[in-house]
C-alpha cells in the first residue's frame, strides 16, 4: 500500500477528484493549506502599495491505493492539476505499512 500526497492549486481540485474516479479511486482527504515553494510567494499590488504573499493557498490531496494503482493514480493526478505555470505543486508517494477499518477491524488493502 502506498499514501500519495498531492499539493495542487485550489481550482484543481475538482478535476483530480473527477481524474481519480476515472480510475476507480473514491476515497480521498482533502484540506486546505498554504505554502510555497521556489517561487517564494509572489508580489502583489493594493492601493498602490506593493506587498509579498508568502504563504499561498494550496490544496492537499492525500489517498491510499493498492500498490498496483500508484502509477495511474500519480499520472490521473498530474495531469488533471498541470496548468505548465509555477505553483502547480508536487506529488509525494510513501510506503505504508498497515491500515485498518475501525468499523469492521479489516486490516490491509482490505481496509482501504
Keep these: 500500500m502506498k499514501k500519495i500526497e498531492a499539493i495542487i492549486k485550489p481550482f484543481k481540485l475538482e478535476e ?4 481519480l474516479a476515472e480510475i476507480g479511486i473514491e476515497g480521498m482527504t482533502v484540506s486546505e493549506v498554504k505554502g510555497f515553494g521556489r517561487q517564494k510567494g509572489q508580489t ?9 504573499v ?3 493557498p494550496k490544496i ?3 489517498l491510499i491505493v493498492a500498490g498496483n ?3 495511474s493514480a500519480v499520472g490521473a493526478i ?3 492539476a498541470k496548468t505548465g505555470k509555477i505553483g502547480d505543486g508536487k506529488v509525494f508517494v510513501s510506503d505504508i505499512e498497515q491500515a485498518v477499518r475501525i468499523r469492521t477491524e479489516e486490516k490491509g488493502e482490505t481496509a482501504l
Design 69 to 71: 494503482l500508484v502509477d
Design 44 to 52: 502583489e499590488i493594493y492601493r498602490g502599495s506593493e506587498y509579498t
Design 60 to 62: 492537499k490531496v492525500e
Design 54 to 56: 508568502d504563504f499561498l
Design 16 to 19: 483530480v477528484k473527477d481524474a
Design 78 to 80: 498530474i495531469k488533471a
